[in-house]
């Protein structure tokens, strides 16, 4: 399966951005589909996950400011992002999981900064 990340870019602390996750194939297939993000230096961390049954979570850092969400129709994953902060610089990466078997999309680049 192939993802592909889009939507990163430059905003202002308290902007918004949304970004897409495009699969190869249906996301229905996947048991699991989630958003990464790695800052430079650091680890890469869980920032939101969407279910084959569309359950979504979230980490605690981005809760009540991001929402995970999904296009059957289109084939993608969506995050919007929300009150954004400095804190929130990173590449972001989708995964998908089927079977226990991960896949990755490449990452977008989303940078708050003043």
């Known amino acids: 399966v192939q993802l592909q990340a889009s939507g990163g870019g430059l905003v202002r602390p308290g902007g918004s951005l949304r970004l897409s996750c495009a699969a190869s194939?249906?996301?229905?297939?996947?048991?699991?589909v989630g958003w990464y993000r790695q800052a430079p230096g650091k680890q890469r961390d869980l920032v939101a996950v969407i279910t084959h049954g569309g359950s979504t979570s979230y980490a605690d850092s981005v809760k009540g400011r991001f929402t995970i969400s999904r296009d059957n129709a289109k084939n993608t994953v969506y995050l919007q992002m929300n009150s954004l902060k400095v804190e929130d610089t990173a590449v972001y990466l989708c995964?998908?999981?089927?079977?226990?078997?991960?896949?990755w999309g490449q990452g977008t680049l989303v940078t708050v900064s003043s």
């Open positions: 194939r249906s996301i229905l297939t996947f048991d699991v």
């Open positions: 995964k998908s999981v089927l079977k226990g078997l991960g896949s």
